[in-house]
């Protein structure tokens, strides 16, 4: 078992913290997994205590599952890696965060995902998750298409086919498009009698919120609803159009990542999905991997 005074064995800990959840890890330097962890929203965009509480909880369950009570947060090297950090007063917020660790190094979502994916080499990757968005890592230099945000952008995210699908169903209970099938799944699964209760059930929510209204969309579209077809059909157009984009930069690979990923592949356009590899490791790695890199730039230094 690691001890406190084992300084050959130094810990990282890898955090990817997004709209819907924060992950961690725990690494060696044999970049051996020990343990991992899991806890609430990391996207500081949506408060910053949420997020530094989430930071902090699912690091101190990476080190219960890795079976390590005796080591502190204060003897770990994090890096973390965040959704909305990419808007420059977060990041600001951030950094000037008084953390537990011994040292924190800070990054978007997006640039610990494609590290990740890439094992810290260039390429390019596509979000969709609760969120949506494009990013290229080419010769050190950052591209990002979209990441503007939910409802205002993130389309072709979970919250964007969610909320497509809701708006959907109350224009179909008007009478003012087709009927959908979506309409008698949504308002069962909200508990919902009619379009008054589902207004009421959805006013105010969050992305995280329609993101889990997401796969119903994609049911109804996989049985044939025409409605929830055109939803499902614009939602992966536009994800085809941030993929030809970044090929603009001639990423030498391109994957594709977050919960929707499953789901949303079968829509994209063939040429794109030929071009996708599978990701070489999760973003929570990524966030290590960018750790280990910021740790060799300040020895040189």
């Known amino acids: 078992m690691l001890t406190s005074s084992d300084k050959s064995n130094k810990l990282f800990l890898g955090i990817d913290g997004g709209g819907s959840k924060c ?5 060696n330097k044999d970049n051996e997994i020990l343990g991992t962890g899991i806890s609430g929203p990391g996207n500081p965009l949506h408060g910053f205590e949420q997020a530094t509480n989430s930071i902090t909880e699912s690091a101190k369950s990476a080190l219960e599952d890795a079976g390590l009570d005796n080591i502190e947060l204060n003897e770990l090297v994090a890096g973390v890696g965040l959704a909305g950090v990419n808007i ?19 990054a978007t979502d997006l640039l610990i995902a494609c590290l990740g994916a890439h094992d810290g080499k ?38 964007w086919f969610g909320l497509q699908g809701v708006k959907q169903v109350l224009l179909s209970l008007d009478g003012l498009v087709q009927p959908t099938s979506m309409s008698a ?9 009619d379009d ?31 409605v929830a077809l055109a939803i499902v059909t614009e939602g992966a157009e ?15 690979r391109m994957s594709m990542l977050g919960g929707l990923t499953p789901r949303l592949k079968f829509w994209l356009a063939d040429d794109i999905n030929d071009l996708l590899s599978t990701p070489l490791n999760a973003p929570e790695v ?16």
């Open 238 to 252: 536009y994800i085809n159009n941030i993929a030809r984009t970044l090929l603009v930069q001639k990423p030498p």
């Open 185 to 193: 799944v949504l308002l069962n699964k909200l508990n919902c009698k």
């Open 88 to 106: 420059p007063v977060l990041f600001d917020q951030m950094v000037s965060w008084q953390h537990p660790f011994k040292q924190m190094h800070l």
């Open 122 to 159: 260039d390429g390019a990757v596509i979000i969709s998750g609760t969120g949506s968005c494009g990013f290229t890592c080419v010769d050190e230099q950052h591209t990002i298409v979209g990441a503007h945000g939910f409802p205002h952008g993130d389309k072709g995210s979970g919250a």
């Open 286 to 301: 990524g966030s290590v991997i960018f750790a280990r890199q910021q740790q060799a730039k300040q020895q040189v230094e």
């Open 23 to 27: 992950k961690a890890i725990i690494m």
């Open 196 to 226: 008054t209760d589902l207004v009421e059930a959805v006013a105010s929510q969050k992305a995280t919120f329609y993101a889990q209204q997401a796969n119903l969309v994609f049911d109804a579209a996989e049985a044939g609803d025409k």
